[in-house]
């Protein structure tokens, strides 16, 4: 969802904002294929993080700013992503119009119906599923049309993407604060696909475990048809460890992140969670086994059936939760590497691969005018 566009730069700079951090990655286009030319990120400590980053743009915008000048970015055009918890999102199906504007119109009179607040009052992206060149939208350059199988009726299909003008809103001070360019809004879910699913066009699932909130989604060819997001995250395992074993919340945060860098687990071993996981693990669980209802019972699904999942974020590095999760769900459980199609240093390799289910969105961010 690109909710506004400018000219496109050389290289692209993606921003991933996060309720206490903000990662930072710049990918420049040879030869079509993306390549990193540098990243940053910044973590704020739980005790020190306070109100929300969205809430306090001009700190945000200086942090922003602080954070680009030590990677050394060089563009200052940037791509930025909304949360899932801060966008309505619906998957239409309605009879088909005579043109282009008739279909627009029962667009959005049925999303007038679904979205939280009145059209007037957001800024909202139409793509076209059934249909190439179709693209359109309200305040922006259309976003490229994704292809899938026709219905059998006379009817078109179209995914509305939208968020309050008063929330986009602070992004334009942040950014404005860290004097970039805000090239284009997308959302996480689009980043996302784009980072670690790319052209597969199956039924995929892909967690998303930040330190407050997780995000689920499930992606048939290309385009998310459940979006879901729950306050689950990192931080609720800190405040376990802080209740199990009395400890402060700084030497909680140090032994699960000691969980979290422990050796991965040889073929054959032991794959049991750790008891004190469980505050995540179980609730995530039933989480996912609700999305996959939600999938299952949609009507313009095609696929119906999740294939596999794909687990990043900067908390999805927990030990044994990939493995827990395949063997409770019985399905192929993943973490996400963003980095498979960007080309990189290989002595960068290893620092890479620790990093990257972090920067998973910011990636995807830079990758939006790449590919």
Not at 192 to 213: C, H, N, T, Y
Not at 349 to 363: K, N, T
Request: neutral net charge; hydrophobic residues 40%; glycine residues 8%.
């Amino acid at each position: 969802m690109g909710l506004f566009g400018k000219k496109q730069p050389k290289s692209f700079l993606g921003v991933d904002i996060g309720a206490s951090s903000i990662k930072v990655d710049e990918l420049e286009a040879k030869k079509g294929r993306p390549v990193l030319m540098t990243y940053g990120y910044a973590e704020i400590p739980a005790e020190e993080a306070g109100e929300s980053l969205f809430d306090q743009p001009k700190k945000t915008g200086e942090l922003l700013a602080r954070v680009c000048k030590e990677a050394g970015t060089k563009s200052t055009s940037a791509m930025a992503a909304l949360p899932t918890s801060h966008v309505f999102a619906a998957i239409l199906a309605l009879p088909d119009g005579k043109d282009q504007r008739q279909r627009q119109a029962s667009v959005d009179a049925e999303a007038s119906k679904l979205a939280p607040l009145p059209l007037s009052e957001m800024i909202i992206q139409t793509t076209y599923l059934d249909e190439e060149g179709k693209g359109e939208k309200k305040g922006g350059k259309g976003e490229k049309v994704m292809e899938s199988e026709k219905p059998k009726q006379k009817q078109f299909r179209a995914m509305v993407t939208g968020s309050a003008k008063t929330f986009i809103q602070k992004y334009i001070e942040i950014f404005k604060a860290a004097k970039l360019n805000l090239q284009a809004i997308d959302t996480e879910s689009l980043a996302l696909v784009r980072a670690l699913i790319g052209k597969d066009k199956g039924a995929i699932m892909v967690i998303d475990i930040g330190s407050q909130r997780s995000t689920l989604m499930i992606v048939e060819k290309g385009i998310p048809f459940v979006s879901r997001s729950i306050q689950l995250g990192g931080d609720t395992v800190t405040r376990a460890i802080m209740s199990q074993m009395n400890l402060g919340e700084s030497d909680a945060e140090r032994i699960k992140r000691d969980l979290g860098t422990a050796s991965p687990t040889a073929p054959g071993s032991d794959t049991g969670l750790p008891k004190v996981l469980e505050v995540l693990a179980l609730p995530l669980l039933n989480e996912i086994r609700f999305a996959f209802q939600l999938y299952a019972s949609m009507e313009l699904a095609l696929i119906k059936k999740v294939e596999k999942i794909v687990v990043t974020g900067g908390s999805s590095h927990l030990p044994h939760l990939p493995e827990y999760l395949a063997r409770t769900l019985n399905l192929n459980v993943y973490r996400g590497d963003p980095w498979a199609r960007v080309v990189y240093p290989q002595d960068l390799g290893s620092v890479l691969e620790e990093i990257g289910p972090r920067m998973s969105v910011a990636i995807g961010l830079a990758m939006r005018e790449i590919e």
